[in-house]
C-alpha cells in the first residue's frame, strides 16, 4: 500500500487496542470515545479483507494476523517516538522516571535513595510505584523494576534479571519475647501471621519448614512487602518478607529471623524498552542498582 494512503488514524487505534487488549483502554489512552475505536478497527478489517479481532463475550482477542500487525506497528510506532525523543534532547535529560513494583519501592528503594543521590546530585528522580508493566510511551517511565513468579520476558520490552526472591519469617524482637519460646516452626503460629496477597506462601513455608500441614484461613492480608513490613516492625504479627528487604532491619535488631527456612518466590527484572538506547542518567541507575542491591551479589 501507498504511503499516501495508509490509514494512519486506524493504524493507531488498532495498535493501542491491540498492545492493550481492550477498546475501552485504547478508548482511554487516545482520549477518543470507544465507539471510535471500534469504528477505526472495523474500517481496518474491510480495508485489508481480514479480522484482527476475535470479538468476545467480555473482551476481544487478537488473531493471528492480528498479532502479527501488532508487532510491525509497535515496532515501528516505537522507533519513530524513540527519534523524536532523541531530537527534542529527551534522552539527555537528567530527570529520571523510575517505575517500580510497590513492595521493592517500599522496602528496599526509598530507603537507599540517598545513597544514589550522592552519586549523582545531577539527577532528579522521579518514583513511581506501580506493579503494572510499563510500556514506556512518552512521558511514562524510563526504567522499570517488576516482579514475576514465573515469566522471565515480555512483549515489546527488554528484560534483565535483577535478583530471585527469597521468603523468610521475620518477627519484631518484643513480640518475640511475649510468647513462648520459638522453637519449632509451629510456635509461631500463636502469633498473627501477615500475609502479602494470599495466605497460600506461608502455607507453603510451614511445609518447607517441615511442619504438619497448616491451613490457614484468618489474618490480615496486604496488598504488599511494604505494608508487611511495616506491620512486623510494630509488633503486629509475624511477617514473611523478602529476605534482601528485611536486611537493613535485621542487620539493625529491630527485626529477628527465627527460622533459617525460606521459600522461592518468584524474582525481580529490570525492565526497559531496550537497554542499548537507556539515557546517561538510566544507565547510571542501572549500574547503580545491579551494583548495590543485595540480591545481585547471590
Not at 26 to 48: C, D, K, M
Not at 115 to 138: K, M, Y
Not at 210 to 220: D, I, Q, S, T, W
Request: aromatic share 8%; proline share 5%; hydrophobic share 45%.
Amino acid at each position: 500500500m501507498k504511503r499516501g494512503r495508509l490509514p494512519l488514524t486506524a493504524l493507531r487505534s488498532f495498535e493501542a487496542a491491540g498492545r492493550l487488549e481492550s477498546f475501552t483502554l485504547a478508548a482511554s489512552e487516545l482520549f477518543v470515545s470507544q465507539a471510535a475505536i471500534s469504528r477505526q478497527v472495523r474500517e481496518l478489517e474491510e480495508l485489508i479483507g481480514r479480522p484482527l479481532f476475535e470479538r468476545l463475550h467480555r473482551g476481544v482477542r487478537l488473531t493471528a494476523d492480528g498479532e502479527a500487525l501488532l508487532g510491525t506497528l509497535t515496532a515501528a510506532f516505537d522507533m519513530v517516538g524513540e527519534s523524536l525523543d532523541a531530537l527534542s534532547g529527551r534522552r539527555f535529560s537528567q530527570t529520571l522516571k523510575v517505575s517500580a513494583e510497590p513492595s521493592f519501592a517500599g522496602c528496599w528503594l526509598v530507603p537507599h535513595l540517598q545513597e544514589f543521590q550522592e552519586a549523582h546530585p545531577e539527577i532528579d528522580l522521579v518514583i513511581d510505584a506501580d506493579p503494572r508493566l510499563s510500556e514506556f510511551r512518552s512521558g511514562e517511565a524510563d526504567i522499570a523494576i517488576r516482579h514475576s513468579l514465573t515469566a522471565e520476558r515480555w512483549p515489546r520490552v527488554e528484560a534483565r534479571p535483577l535478583a530471585r526472591v527469597e521468603m523468610i519469617p521475620v518477627i519484631a524482637p518484643a513480640l518475640a519475647r511475649a510468647g513462648r519460646p520459638l522453637d519449632r516452626p509451629e510456635d509461631l503460629l500463636q502469633h498473627a501471621l501477615l500475609h502479602e496477597d494470599n495466605r497460600a506462601l506461608w502455607e507453603q513455608w510451614f511445609a518447607a519448614a517441615g511442619a504438619a500441614p497448616v491451613k490457614l484461613e484468618r489474618g490480615a492480608i496486604f496488598a504488599d512487602g511494604a505494608m508487611v513490613l511495616q506491620a512486623t516492625l510494630r509488633g503486629n504479627g509475624v511477617g514473611l518478607l523478602d529476605r534482601d528487604h528485611a536486611l537493613d532491619d535485621l542487620a539493625a535488631g529491630r527485626l529477628i529471623r527465627p527460622f533459617d527456612v525460606s521459600v522461592p518466590y518468584g524474582a525481580f527484572f529490570l525492565v526497559a524498552r531496550r537497554f542499548e538506547t537507556l539515557s546517561d542518567a538510566a544507565q547510571a541507575f542501572v549500574a547503580w542498582i545491579e551494583r548495590s542491591y543485595p540480591g545481585c551479589a547471590r
